[in-house]
């Protein structure tokens, strides 16, 4: 939990939250009680595992570094995720037949970004469960888990320790406790999408963009079924193009028939004595 800084909070003060903080520092930034935020995880867990279906359990994250470890807390457990933009009245609005749903249990990331589905929950009596910062608001959410929800690696362990709780609550048999999770803390936490680059990091560009050098710099002169030695010899023999003249503005000269041009003999004799003609 040091590592990932789950124990920083922020420089504002939230009244209810301040049963979970542990003391402020010169700098103005509130430090989290670390061992409140492992009871509260713990108390969580066994919520959710107290929940017979786990697809009534709504994970919802609006925070776009938070969505993955959603997405994965609902691949391992079972639950539903929301992840990105919540549609206003999914758990009110029925005529909603495509979004609308009834959790029994709700899971937030920050009750002041997921501000919408909180409140819906509290119109439906769901229980909600929010990661809640030192500046996050208590209103409508009836177990907050203190910790750092502003840095991407503290979101993704809290999930990860939060999922790998439930698992062992749920199944004690396939994942005891005397064995530790294969599963890495790492695909938890968010990932910058990678931005396509041309050009590697010390300015050229890399092999596979590369263009072929030409064959005339790398290749020896053709060969064997080619008939020649060399590209002259070749053409040269071929007979099919004119010999170079050494006057470039003289007429080249063509094996093909000149063609005949139209013949004024004709126009001049007139039209009345061809025809007698033939």
Request: aromatic share 10%; charged share 20%.
């Amino acid at each position: 939990m040091l590592a990932c800084n789950v124990h920083i909070g922020t420089k504002f003060n939230e009244p209810a939250m301040a049963r979970y903080l542990w003391k402020k520092r010169q700098d103005g930034v509130f430090i989290i009680n670390l061992q409140k935020t492992w009871e509260k995880l713990v108390l969580a867990a066994r919520i959710i595992a107290a929940i017979e279906n786990p697809q009534d359990v709504c994970v919802v994250s609006a925070r776009p570094y938070a969505q993955r470890a959603a997405l994965k807390f609902a691949s391992f457990t079972g639950a539903t995720a929301l992840a990105g933009r919540f549609t206003p009245g999914t758990f009110t609005n029925q005529i909603q037949e495509r979004n609308f749903m009834e959790p029994r249990l709700l899971i937030v990331t920050d009750p002041r970004a997921d501000y919408q589905p909180v409140k819906e929950a509290s119109y439906v009596n769901i229980p909600t469960i929010a990661f809640c910062d030192s500046d996050s608001p208590l209103r409508y959410v009836d177990v907050a888990i203190p910790c750092n929800t502003k840095f991407p690696h503290s979101v993704g362990l809290m999930f990860w320790l939060l999922c790998r709780e439930v698992l062992y609550l749920k199944d004690p048999v396939k994942h005891p406790r005397s064995k530790p999770w294969d599963v890495m803390v790492d695909l938890f936490f968010y990932r910058e999408p990678e931005v396509a680059n041309d050009k590697g990091a010390d300015g050229e560009e890399p092999t596979h963009l590369r263009a072929a050098p030409h064959a005339a710099e790398t290749d020896a002169q053709p060969t064997g079924e080619w008939g020649g030695s060399s590209w002259d010899s070749e053409w040269g023999a071929s007979g099919t193009t004119a010999a170079p003249t050494s006057d470039w503005g003289a007429p080249a000269e063509s094996s093909a028939p000149a063609a005949t041009g139209f013949d004024n003999s004709v126009l001049k004799a007139g039209w009345d004595n061809v025809g007698t003609e033939y």
